[in-house]
């Protein structure tokens, strides 16, 4: 239907939609009242086999009965306590045919096809009874909202292993319930509500209210922002949104209330697509332009029901970046750069987020904006009049398979949202700050929250724990970007969370105050070099890396930065430019006035003599680069260098051959484990490498640096990690192209071991990285 067809209808006025704030309750929260289901559900034929009649499945069999209340939350009705036996796949597959139960199981089970073989085992369904629903503390929690139970199937191999069903893209955690309009009880909480075939926006609009009455002003501030942004027009330059009303584009007005679309764009072609251009600016400013045919036509689904779903919540604004980008302004001033510079304060400051995560472009649509795009049909079977069962749906079956979830861009986008409405599965999800597993159209639990009122504590600006670092920039590297160049673009809010919120710097994706350890990342799967970035840095790498520092020192920052004051020791630098002679330190301490003097290391600690050689040499020698290449500019980085590392070290030469023991150090990540050698051939260390380097290069000698010590496996016994032996010298292989270098991988040697280095020994040398 066109858009100029779809302005709201109920009598509301659009110009007063501007004006509710987020701070205002624009509807009361309310119970919706339950869809009507047809006469029959039932296909022709349809009736139970032999071994489901045997189940004598009743809708008295999902509710836990108050005589069983005192056994709490594991309480099973007698008999219930073993694992039911469905039978082999193959012969529940045959029976699927008329048996609706069967069907549902095999639907619970996987969205595609259930294996009948793993692993050259025949698989059996099983099924077990589980109990849903609140604590039962007291009478009245009791009889208001009862606990249900629920049939949970699951896969098994003759062996008795279950299934691995992330290879087989099979469901987590899979559970059938009662349909609501089925349960024998007042309060129709924890069972599933049948879903129509366009989405019900008010059942939306409650989801929002209830957010409002429950959460109040906590859901109003991204986690990831440090200030609520009351007025984005004032901290977001030259920003721009659509008018879904006067349906044009506009100069965000002050305060303004806005939802922002999060989506991919596909391998679709861009000049096919309607954008913001330097050309059309003026014109799409114009009411009622986006309705224009030659406009209309080039808008992508996707972002058609986005505004037709924002009408529908009954705001006026929504952002997305295609048309609220001049997408061709490559100025310094105003610029396609100064916005998505700002990603993080776009996305931080709209009232809720469009998550679009289905479909593999922006003509993949929004399932259940308008009739007969739903894509997934709800699975609900009828085992007997008046009694119908459903698999409860989950978003994470879906993830795996969207495309939405692959890519850099959206990572940071999801992140920063403080509400979000995700479209995956054929359904819609609400989730907010207090709202992690999500409200779904196919639950009913309004009757339990309606009520809610929590105190919402303050927002937590003192943070000491280095996962958060960790776990960011390990899931931002598995991610795909159409385009590599904009490896630090879309990663530019984390940046700044970073610089606010931990007061460090990214250097090419590394944090600059705990650099020496975060540049021990290692690879989670096979990866391939990019040469327009950094080889030390995560982002010269096609795949996802992790670090595990946080293994150490449990996780607590200030224990770690005291650690590295001591067991560090170089001095870093990078070069600013290929032909400039100039390098800058890539971090400083401050200065501490009631330090002992004498020589400091990159962290400010005393620098310990821990080699038996002159290792005062620290300060980069002049130099210019040749044939190096230029890398992607760090351009968030306030002093963005060459990507070029230059620094001193020790250097030592050791062999690469198949190690001695293997025992306790497999590879996960289909990397090859060598040893590495010294004098008289001891192995002296280990490190993984990627199987194409070795074919060439092993057995052979090759230069390592150290880099500075650290452990290959956390402390035992609740020791401290100081306390405890296994502090190693982590090494970095390096192969050279002329006067700069590369990483290979990285590694360990004992300490002790060090003075086994091959041809004339451990030397102070001084390093160009890239």
């Known amino acids: 239907m066109p858009l100029n067809q779809r302005l709201i209808h109920l009598g509301e006025d659009p110009n007063d939609w501007e004006s509710e704030s987020e701070n205002e309750c624009v509807e009361p929260a309310t119970v919706p009242p339950l869809l009507s289901v047809a006469a029959s559900l039932a296909k022709p034929n349809d009736t139970l086999c032999d071994t489901c009649i045997g189940l004598e499945l009743t809708p008295n069999r999902f509710i836990v009965l108050p005589g069983d209340r005192d056994a709490g939350r594991d309480t099973i009705h007698h008999g219930d306590n073993d694992t039911i036996q469905l039978g082999f796949v193959k012969d529940v597959k045959e029976r699927s045919g008329s048996c609706p139960f069967c069907r549902l199981v095999l639907r619970a089970l996987a969205n595609g096809d259930v294996p009948e073989v793993d692993d050259g085992e025949v698989v059996s369904i099983s099924l077990a009874w589980h109990i849903d629903g609140p604590p039962i503390n007291m009478d009245e929690d009791w009889i208001k909202h009862p606990q249900i139970r629920l049939l949970c199937p699951y896969a098994r191999k003759q062996s008795g292993g279950i299934v691995d069903v992330f290879n087989l893209n099979m469901n987590l955690f ?15 909480s924890y069972f599933s509500r049948l879903v129509g075939d366009q989405i019900d926006f008010s059942v939306v609009r409650n989801w929002l209210a209830m957010c409002h009455i429950g959460h109040g002003d906590f859901c109003n501030q991204s986690k990831m922002v440090d200030h609520e942004i009351s007025d984005p027009a004032a901290e977001i330059p030259f920003f721009r949104l659509i008018d879904v009303v006067d349906n044009c584009i506009v100069m965000a007005p002050r305060h303004a209330k806005y939802v922002a679309l999060s989506y991919v764009w596909g391998n679709i072609n861009i000049s096919k697509i309607l954008r913001l251009l330097k050309v059309n600016v003026q014109d799409l400013e114009k009411p009622g332009s986006l ?13 058609r029901d986005a505004i037709l779903a924002v009408r529908e919540l009954h705001i006026r604004y929504l952002w997305i970046d295609s048309l609220c980008i001049i997408q061709d302004d490559d100025g310094e001033h105003g610029s396609k750069f100064d916005a998505i510079s700002k990603m993080d304060l776009v996305y931080g400051a709209a009232y809720l987020t469009i998550i679009a995560a289905t479909g593999a472009d922006s003509n993949a649509g929004l399932p259940g904006v308008r009739q007969g795009t739903r894509g997934v049909a709800q699975p609900v079977e009828e085992i007997a009049p008046d009694f119908r069962l459903v698999f409860k749906t989950r978003a994470e079956d879906y993830i795996r398979s969207s495309v939405y979830y692959t890519r850099g861009w959206t990572f940071q986008e999801q992140l920063f949202a403080k509400r979000k409405l995700t479209f995956i599965g054929g359904q819609v999800e609400y989730s907010c700050r207090r709202v992690e597993g999500g409200w779904r159209e196919d639950q009913f639990f309004e009757d339990r929250y309606t009520e809610h009122h929590g105190v919402i504590p303050k927002r937590d600006v003192k943070h000491n724990d280095i996962r958060e670092f960790e776990s960011l920039i390990a899931s931002y590297s598995g991610l795909s970007l159409k385009f590599h160049s904009d490896i630090y673009n879309a990663f530019a809010g984390m940046a700044r969370y970073f610089k606010l919120d931990f007061q460090i ?5 590394i944090p600059d105050k705990y650099f020496d350890w975060f540049i ?8 391939t070099r990019r040469d327009d970035a950094p080889s030390w840095s995560w982002s010269g790498w096609d795949g996802e890396c992790h670090s595990s520092i946080w293994d150490w020192y449990e996780h607590n920052l200030t224990n770690v930065r005291r650690a590295q004051r001591k067991r560090t020791w170089i001095i870093w630098y990078q070069r600013n430019a290929h032909d400039s002679a100039e390098c800058t330190r890539i971090w400083t301490p401050k200065a501490d006035p009631t330090s002992s003097r004498g020589p400091r290391n990159f962290y400010g600690g005393h620098v310990q003599d821990r080699f038996p050689f002159n290792c005062t040499q620290t300060v980069p020698t002049p130099r210019t680069l040749t044939g190096a290449p230029t890398y992607i500019k760090d351009a968030y980085h306030p002093s963005p260098g060459s990507g070029f590392l230059q620094f001193w070290t020790v250097s030592a030469m050791f062999k690469l051959a198949d190690p001695t023991n293997r ?9 090859s484990h060598l040893g590495i050698f010294g004098k008289k051939d001891r192995e002296v260390g280990t490190i993984f490498i990627h199987p194409d380097w070795c074919k060439e290069n092993v057995p052979k000698v090759h230069e390592f640096i150290l880099i500075c010590e650290g452990r290959d496996k956390k402390a035992e016994g609740g020791l401290r990690p100081d306390d405890e032996p296994g502090w190693r010298y982590m090494v970095m292989l390096i192969e050279w192209h002329g006067d700069w270098a590369e990483r290979i991988a990285v590694g360990w040697i004992k300490k002790q071991h060090l003075k086994r280095a091959l041809k004339n020994g451990p030397v102070w040398k001084e390093i160009v990285l890239g």
């Open 174 to 188: 899979p559970e059938i319930t009662l349909l609501a309009n089925d349960a024998p009880t007042p309060s129709k």
């Open 291 to 303: 309705l224009h045919q030659e406009y209309y036509d080039k808008i992508p689904i996707t972002v």
């Open 505 to 509: 710097n990214l250097c090419h994706g």
């Open 520 to 527: 021990l990342w290692t690879a989670q799967k096979l990866q």
């Open 663 to 671: 025992q306790g150090q497999m590879p996960t990540n289909r990397y």
